[in-house]
């Protein structure tokens, strides 16, 4: 069965501190893709990246990079020099290629907490 | 560019109504998402909409239906409400991806249902 774990329900760091959010997966297929989101106070989940089970180049853009492992289904997400903008939701979400397939499975989010 | 549209942003019903929640995609856009997201998780999978017909359905009763229309908007309707349907429920657009099937998802900011 699909399914996608965020162990961590609520981070608590201050402004200029590295975090890391994790993402465990699970899926039987073969291909399949992986995303993050976040979600702002506002409700609208805003993508920041999408990653494809053949690619496990770890991903660096700005202040955020991405660590996707496939020995470990987990697809983690980092913030460096964190600001009090980055407070939110952040989901992780599995999207498998199968024929007539098209949801996205989302995990519980976690809550980063930015303090000043 | 307008994003991805929903209306209306907060509404209020008892328990037996009837609602209808719209959406209006993104630019470009040919596939729409329906998600529910209670408080608290990640969203749930409804159904997704493509060239006007019902094409992957999640966990919902008959009571959830939907519809899109020529122009790729899309309708949500939900029948004799429980306070369990109380959430946000999220639209999100696609463009048809021949390899992935599903495009990334684009988000509207939602729709805050209180079912009293």
């Known amino acids: 069965a699909q399914k996608v774990t965020q162990a961590q329900t609520e981070i608590s760091v201050v402004e200029k501190e590295d975090v890391t959010l994790d993402c465990v997966y699970e899926t039987r297929d073969t291909t399949y893709y992986l995303f993050w989101y976040k979600q702002p106070p506002s409700g609208e989940l805003v993508f920041l990246i999408r990653?494809?089970?053949?690619?496990?180049q770890n991903e660096i853009s700005g202040r955020y990079s991405w660590n996707f492992q496939k020995s470990t289904s987990s697809f983690n997400f980092t913030i460096t020099a964190s600001q009090v903008v980055d407070s939110a939701v952040y989901f992780c979400?599995?999207?498998?290629?199968?024929?007539?397939?098209?949801?996205?499975?989302f995990g519980t989010g976690t809550r980063l907490k930015v303090l000043a | 560019d307008a994003g991805v549209t929903q209306s209306p942003t907060h509404l209020i019903k008892t328990r037996g109504q009837q609602v209808t929640l719209r959406c209006s995609p993104k630019?470009?856009?040919?596939?729409v998402s329906w998600y529910q997201q209670a408080l608290g998780q990640g969203p749930q999978f409804i159904f997704q909409y493509y060239e006007e017909e019902e094409r992957q359905r999640g966990n919902f009763p008959d009571r959830f239906s939907g519809h899109q229309f020529p122009n790729y908007s899309s309708e949500l309707n939900v029948n004799a409400l429980l306070l369990g349907d109380s959430a946000l429920y999220l639209c999100?657009?696609?463009?048809?991806?021949?390899?992935?099937?599903?495009?990334?998802?684009?988000f509207g900011e939602g729709s805050r249902l209180t079912v009293l």
């Open positions: 999100a657009s696609s463009l048809e991806d021949r390899e992935m099937g599903t495009g990334e998802l684009f």
């Open positions: 990653r494809n089970s053949f690619d496990e």
């Open positions: 630019s470009g856009h040919d596939t």
């Open positions: 979400a599995l999207s498998e290629n199968l024929p007539g397939t098209y949801k996205y499975i």
